[in-house]
C-alpha cells in the first residue's frame, strides 16, 4: 500500500495506479469527507467501530460487501461510486450543498441587497 494515499488528505493523484482497495480507500475518505461525517459518525451509521473504520481507511483492513453496502447507504451514495476511478464529486449536488451556512447566509444576503436595489429602480 502506498504511504501517500493513506496519509494524503485530498489524493489528486494518477487514479489509474491504484489498487482496487486503495481507490475504495481514497473514495471513501473524499465521500466522508464531502458528507462532512466524521470517522465516528459513519461508523455509528454503519453499525461498526470507529476503530474498525479507521483500519478500513489505513488499509489494514477489507469490508465485507454488507459493510460496503452499509457504508455507501451512510454515505448516500451507490456502493459502486466507492470504486470509481475517477476524483469523487457528489453528482446532481450544487456548491451550495457544501458551503457553511454562514457561507450561505452571506451570499443570501448580498443576493438579497442586489435584488433590492434592481427592484429599487423600476
Not at 450561505?104 to 435584488?115: F, G, P, R, V
Request: hydrophobic residues 40%.
Amino acid at each position: 500500500m502506498k504511504n501517500r494515499l493513506l496519509w494524503d488528505r485530498d489524493f489528486r493523484g494518477d487514479y489509474r495506479s491504484l489498487t482496487i482497495q486503495e481507490l475504495f480507500i481514497v473514495n471513501l475518505k473524499a465521500y466522508r469527507k464531502l458528507r462532512r461525517i466524521s470517522q465516528s459518525q459513519l461508523a455509528g451509521l454503519c453499525d461498526s467501530s470507529t476503530g474498525y473504520i479507521g483500519e478500513i481507511e489505513s488499509g489494514k483492513r477489507f469490508p465485507s460487501v454488507n459493510m460496503i453496502e452499509r457504508i455507501a447507504a451512510a454515505l448516500k451514495i451507490e456502493s459502486w461510486r466507492l470504486f470509481k476511478n475517477e476524483p469523487v464529486s457528489l453528482s446532481g449536488s450544487s456548491a451550495a450543498k457544501r458551503l457553511a451556512p454562514t457561507q450561505k447566509n452571506e451570499i443570501i444576503k448580498m443576493t438579497n441587497a442586489a435584488l433590492s436595489k434592481i427592484l429599487d429602480n423600476f
